[in-house]
């Protein structure tokens, strides 16, 4: 069965404190990983699309890579504007159409 | 400005009412989806459409319909809703279904009593 899973569910981090979130799939016919950032209230907002392994993207504090069975988003020395929810998403090929499957999130909070 | 917008944002309703919740995108995108949002289950994708006239199912497609007679329209149709749709639906487009991304309205947040 095609699956994402995300960890951890939530993440509290201080000012400054790098870590990482984890997106880990089961999947076959991937067609691109996706990652969104989402405030409370709001509809994702997207950050990254990655395509194959070893594929990197940077945005800011953000860097996003893949490898063939997981995909990590690194945060390095956050701030508290960073807290929010992460989701990724992967898009395989089903019957010669497109599905897509996002994970549940991880819920960052940053605190000063 | 480049935007999705959702019509309405919140709604009450009572189960079998007929119900549309509107989505229009001004970026001239091919691509539109919709999916709801349910604590603990995350995102899943209810239908989706690759072009005006062309669509298909998500993962959850049951007791809802769409149509897409315009490119920037996706309305997305309850027609005897229950309360197990209560839910916060999301409408997005997207350029193409390779290189894209994806934006999201505002959400419409459904309760269905």
């Known amino acids: 069965e095609d699956q994402v899973t995300q960890s951890p569910e939530a993440l509290r981090l201080q000012e400054g404190e790098s870590s990482s979130l984890n997106c880990s799939y089961t999947?076959?016919?991937?067609?691109?990983l996706f990652w969104y950032r989402q405030d409370p209230g709001k509809g994702p907002e997207f950050l990254f699309t990655?395509?194959?392994a070893g594929e990197e993207k940077e945005k800011e504090r953000l860097k996003a890579t893949l490898t063939k069975k997981e995909s990590f988003l690194h945060i390095t020395a956050p701030k508290p504007e960073d807290s929010a929810t992460y989701l990724c998403a992967v898009r395989l090929v089903v019957d010669s159409s497109y599905k897509l499957i996002f994970g549940s999130g991880t819920r960052l909070l940053v605190r000063p | 400005e480049a935007q999705v917008t959702q019509n309405p944002r919140y709604l009450i309703t009572v189960t079998g009412k007929k119900l549309t919740v509107t989505c229009s995108q001004n970026m001239n995108h091919e691509y539109m989806s919709w999916y709801r949002q349910d604590p603990g289950l995350g995102l899943r994708q209810i239908y989706y459409?690759?072009?005006?006239?062309?669509?298909d199912k998500g993962d959850v497609p049951e007791g809802y319909k769409v149509s897409r007679k315009e490119k920037r329209n996706f309305p997305l149709i309850l027609e005897s809703p229950s309360p197990n749709q209560t839910s916060l639906y999301f409408c997005?487009?997207?350029?193409?279904?390779?290189?894209?991304?994806?934006?999201f309205g505002p959400g419409t947040r459904l309760l269905v009593l």
């Open positions: 990655l395509y194959s």
């Open positions: 459409s690759m072009n005006v006239e062309v669509t």
């Open positions: 999947v076959s016919g991937l067609r691109g």
């Open positions: 997005a487009s997207s350029l193409g279904t390779a290189v894209e991304t994806q934006y």
